[in-house]
């Protein structure tokens, strides 16, 4: 079984900065899809980011510009970088991954065309105006 444990996280008001940090339990093997997922209050889940085991990496429109993503394959650890904070940013964010290659594209799979194998509990982002 696949733990994923995020971190980071916290209140910040608009325009500031947050990180958030992702890692796998040990022993995990290398994970093909590595993600970030948000729910705002009242919302549904929304893929915002991710990056598979090669670099290449996806952002929702939403954060495109303003979101960096990266990661340590061999480590199974993943950052968000999330600069210019908006209160719209504002939800429960959470660590997501997939094993394997689904056979969707990186849009597809933050589109949850494949729901994502593992999730993290998730850390709670605040984007006060």
């Known amino acids: 079984q696949v733990h994923l444990v995020e971190s980071g996280g916290g209140s910040v008001q608009a325009g500031g900065s947050l990180r958030l940090s992702c890692a796998a339990s040990e022993d995990t093997p290398i994970l093909y899809y590595m993600g970030w997922f948000r729910q705002a209050p009242g919302k549904e889940r929304q893929g915002i980011a991710v990056?598979?085991?090669?670099?290449?990496?996806t952002f929702d429109d939403s954060v495109k510009g303003r979101f960096t993503i990266s990661r340590d394959a061999a480590k199974n650890t993943m950052t968000l970088h999330m600069n210019s904070l908006e209160p719209e940013d504002t939800g429960t964010y959470y660590c997501?991954?997939?094993?394997?290659?689904?056979?969707?594209?990186?849009?597809?799979?933050?589109?949850?065309?494949?729901?994502?194998?593992?999730w993290g509990q998730g850390t709670q982002v605040t984007v006060s105006s």
């Open positions: 997501a991954a997939t094993e394997s290659f689904s056979g969707v594209s990186l849009a597809s799979w933050l589109a949850q065309a494949v729901r994502p194998a593992y």
């Open positions: 990056i598979n085991k090669y670099g290449l990496i």
